[in-house]
């Protein structure tokens, strides 16, 4: 099992910046990638970027520049920078771990709001 917390949220005119992160805790030796999605009211939930073990990164196209994902030193925390901040970046933003078996874990989600 694994249990994350996410942190960092807020609402900011366009053109600002938050930081996120999420922190581990539990079975984390098990963690492969960690990422982040949103989902925007009344719509799906979408991938945002991702960050594997090894550090590779994957980005959604609409945030690549503005969006940075990457890791702590301790391995169980995520964080994503977002700069640039658009309205239509309003979402809840929630923490995705996956383990090395392939099971997904969630956290409880931040909510991003945008808004001159």
């Known amino acids: 099992q694994v249990q994350l917390v996410e942190s960092g949220g807020g609402s900011v005119q366009p053109g600002g910046s938050l930081r996120l992160s999420c922190v581990a805790s539990?079975?984390?030796?098990?963690?492969?990638?960690m990422a982040w999605f949103r989902q925007a009211p009344g719509k799906q939930r979408d991938f945002v970027a991702q960050?594997?073990?090894?550090?590779?990164?994957n980005y959604v196209d609409s945030v690549k520049g503005r969006f940075t994902i990457s890791r702590g030193n301790a391995e169980n925390t995520v964080y994503l920078q977002i700069n640039s901040l658009k309205p239509e970046d309003t979402a809840v933003y929630y923490c995705n771990v996956q383990t090395r078996y392939g099971t997904a874990y969630w956290g409880q989600g931040t909510q991003v709001t945008v808004s001159s």
């Open positions: 539990g079975s984390i030796f098990n963690i492969n990638t």
């Open positions: 960050i594997t073990r090894g550090g590779i990164t």
